[in-house]
């Protein structure tokens, strides 16, 4: 009986503190320089700042240095060290480029495993170098195959017709080979978005559009997926609630803007081309049709982005969960509040499954899960609506920024019942292993993938 009473009290106690109590380490050089290689990796890996900035304050307190501070901004992290004298600030700029899945795996490995081994900080900053520096695992060839896959089911996801099926296979793979070339012309990538849009409404407007009698926005919003700043707007609403005010709102104006540069894109090309008025809609497939597009979505994820070996059952049921659970919160709450349920289903789902050896972390899966709960594509079909004049585009935007607010309330909740289950579970079994840095977060990151999904 007093063992029963010890593990509920330690259990409490665990349920009220997300932190270990930091031990002494064996040494702290070089502590600010590890975090300012994790904080840009992490960035990079599309998770949100608020859950860089725990994950490594974290990693701080276990390595001896609690007081350090720690600040992060999707461009850049900043460390105080206020033990010297005078207090030092470092710097440590973001990059740009995003990580792969398989390099976004590799570091939420080292970073979980960094804190409990004391692994030395210049291993640290030498080991994410080394996963920063790795070639994709697939070739051009699969890399094309597949983007083709993830427009193809995408487009089975969002507008699943017969006829414009040879349409989204067409235009992926056009536009994955516009991606490995913009990636050898630094140049081009500043320009791609809008090039990107243009090429593809001109495409759709004057070769495909008489053959297949379907509005040409959401034929080529299929195409367009690896540009679609879904996930980037979704951390955007996470952090906006989270209280990280400057991060939230400037990766918010981001994804606008990036939903802007699309949609001028395609009302530029609807300008040259044309856009004749839709007379008759094409019949729909039937209900199997998105669980197939999930199906393909897992494959040309798995391919496209790279994604860490025997990862794709894993990826699949990921999506299966996260697109089921927004079928229930359709049926509960309705359209624009389903990704409530989708999101604090999916989340606690995707720790689950971390758990097991086999699987990849957490942030993985979530990064492909959110793909088919963000709607970035309504936002990018709504903008675009509206910049070619067209009738019911605002209600298209307002229903698209009311199912952010609501994915990212499900994905606090998501998180945060994930954090206090693992919290009460390693405080009944009286364990002190510290928790897995990645399972702190409330989004992956991603952003896989880039963080503009």
Request: net charge positive; charged share 10%; hydrophobic share 50%.
């Amino acid at each position: 009986m007093s063992e029963l009473i010890g593990r509920f009290r330690r259990a409490v106690r665990a349920l009220g503190s997300d932190q270990d109590t930091p031990t002494a380490p064996p040494t702290a050089d070089g502590v600010v320089g590890m975090l300012g290689a994790i904080g840009p990796a992490l960035l990079a890996a599309s998770q949100a700042t608020s859950d860089i900035q725990l994950t490594l304050q974290g990693v701080a307190a276990r390595y001896g240095r609690p007081d350090l501070r720690v600040f992060v901004l999707p461009t850049l992290v900043i460390v105080e060290d206020q033990s010297s004298t005078p207090a030092q600030t470092a710097i440590f700029p973001a990059d740009t480029d995003a990580l792969r899945l398989d390099q976004a795996g590799a570091v939420s490995h080292l970073v979980r495993r960094t804190s409990p081994d004391r692994t030395a900080p210049d291993a640290v900053i030498a080991e994410i170098a080394r996963i920063r520096a790795s070639p994709p695992r697939f070739g051009a060839v699969l890399t094309v195959l597949g983007h083709t896959l993830l427009s193809l089911g995408f487009g089975l996801m969002i507008n699943p017709t017969l006829t414009a099926l040879p349409v989204y296979a067409i235009l992926g793979a056009i536009v994955g080979v516009i991606l490995l070339l913009a990636a050898r012309a630094p140049t081009l990538s500043l320009i791609l978005p809008v090039f990107t849009a243009f090429a593809a409404t001109v495409v759709i407007a004057w070769l495909v559009r008489p053959l297949v009698h379907d509005d040409v926005v959401r034929l080529v919003a299929p195409s367009l997926v690896s540009f679609l700043p879904g996930l980037t707007l979704a951390i955007a609403a996470v952090e906006l609630t989270s209280g990280q005010i400057m991060a939230g709102a400037s990766r918010l104006v981001y994804g606008i803007a990036r939903l802007g540069l699309l949609a001028f894109g395609v009302y530029a090309g609807i300008s040259v081309a044309g856009s004749p008025a839709v007379t008759t809609a094409p019949e729909q497939l039937g209900s199997w049709a998105p669980w197939v597009g999930i199906a393909l979505v897992s494959l040309g994820y798995y391919f496209f982005s790279s994604a860490p070996r025997r990862s794709l059952p894993w990826i699949l049921y990921a999506l299966v969960v996260a697109y089921a659970a927004q079928l229930l919160g359709n049926l509960l709450l309705g359209a624009e509040l389903s990704g409530l349920i989708g999101a604090a289903v999916a989340v606690p789902a995707a720790y689950l499954a971390a758990r097991f050896r086999a699987a990849p972390p957490a942030s993985i899966m979530l990064t492909c899960a959110y793909w088919l709960l963000v709607p970035g594509a309504m936002g990018f079909i709504g903008v675009s609506e509206a910049a070619a004049g067209t009738s019911g585009a605002s209600d298209t935007i307002l229903r698209t920024f009311g199912s952010l607010i609501a994915i990212a309330i499900g994905m606090v909740l998501g998180a945060g019942f994930s954090r206090d289950v693992t919290a009460v579970s390693r405080g009944w079994r009286g364990s002190s292993a510290p928790t897995d840095p990645a399972a702190s977060a409330s989004s992956s990151g991603g952003t896989t993938g880039t963080a503009t999904r």
